[in-house]
C-alpha cells in the first residue's frame, strides 16, 4: 500500500523558516493537501493541490512538489503555528483506490 | 459558516455495532463528497470513508471494508457511518469532513472543513 513518509518532528526558533516533508516514491505526480491540528482540535486545511492557499489562511504557508517529497514551508514561524501537519495524496497506485495520510510531523517551536 | 457536527459515539462491546451521524448546514449539502476520517488515541489521522455527491460512489479503508458502510440522506443533510463487527482497534475519535467538490476523490478534492468528532471507544 502506499506509505506517505513525514519527519515525526521538526523544531525551529521563532522567525525563523520550518520546512516540512512528505515523501514517497513518483509523489510529484499526485496532488498533495496538507492539514494542521493543533492539540485538541480538529484538523484545518492549509495548503490544497500542492501549493494553492485556502481563504484565511496566512501566506507565510506555502507548499511544493516535485520528485520524491512535496513540501510545507511556514515561513517566519510563529508560536501559534506549533502543531502536527499532515500531508495527503490520493492513492491509485494498487488495485484499490484510497485516501492516505502521512504519518504526521510535530512542528515545535523553541 | 459551515457547520458539521457528529454524534452518535459512545462506548460499545466488541463485536457490537454503532452508528454515526454528521449533521452539516451552511453549504448546499447535496453538492458536495463528504468523508470520514479517524483517530486513535495519541496517533495519527487514518481515513475510513468517502461518499459521492448523490451516493453512487463510495470507497473505504481495508480497515473497516466489509464491516463499515457509509451512506447520506440529503434531504436531511445528513453523513452517516454505520458501524459492525467493532473491534476494539476501532476506538478513535470520528471525524466528518466536507470535500471540496462531487467526487470523492480528482478536481477539487482536499477536506475542508472538518467536524469536532465524536468519541467511539470499543471496550468490554
Known amino acids: 500500500s502506499y506509505v506517505l513518509t513525514q519527519p515525526p518532528s521538526v523544531s525551529v526558533a521563532p522567525g525563523q523558516t520550518a520546512r516540512i516533508t512528505c515523501g514517497e516514491n513518483n509523489i510529484g505526480s499526485k496532488s498533495v493537501h496538507w492539514y494542521q491540528q493543533k492539540p485538541g482540535q480538529a484538523p484545518v486545511l492549509v495548503v490544497y493541490h500542492d501549493s494553492d492557499r485556502p481563504s484565511g489562511i496566512p501566506e507565510r504557508f506555502s507548499g511544493s512538489n516535485s520528485g520524491k517529497a512535496a513540501t510545507l514551508t511556514i515561513s517566519r514561524v510563529e508560536a501559534g503555528d506549533e502543531a502536527d501537519y499532515y500531508c495527503?495524496?490520493?492513492?491509485?497506485?494498487?488495485?484499490?483506490?484510497?485516501?492516505?495520510f502521512g504519518g504526521g510531523t510535530k512542528l515545535t517551536v523553541l | 459558516e459551515v457547520q458539521l457536527v457528529e454524534s452518535g459515539g459512545g462506548l460499545v462491546q466488541p463485536g457490537r455495532s454503532l452508528r454515526l451521524s454528521c449533521a452539516a448546514s451552511?453549504?448546499?449539502?447535496?453538492?458536495?463528497?463528504m468523508h470520514w476520517v479517524r483517530q486513535a488515541p495519541g496517533k495519527g489521522l487514518e481515513w475510513v470513508s468517502s461518499?459521492?455527491?448523490?451516493?453512487?460512489?463510495?470507497a473505504y479503508a481495508d480497515s473497516v471494508k466489509g464491516r463499515f458502510t457509509i451512506s447520506r440522506d440529503n434531504a436531511k443533510n445528513s453523513l452517516y457511518l454505520q458501524m459492525n463487527s467493532l473491534r476494539a482497534e476501532d476506538t478513535a475519535l470520528f471525524y466528518c469532513a466536507k470535500g471540496g467538490g462531487r467526487a470523492v476523490a480528482g478536481g477539487r478534492d482536499w477536506f475542508d472543513p472538518w467536524g469536532q468528532g465524536t468519541q467511539v471507544t470499543v471496550s468490554s
Open positions: 495527503q495524496v490520493w492513492d491509485t497506485s494498487s488495485d484499490r483506490l484510497n485516501w492516505v
Open positions: 451552511g453549504f448546499t449539502f447535496d453538492g458536495y463528497a
Open positions: 461518499i459521492s455527491w448523490n451516493g453512487d460512489d463510495k
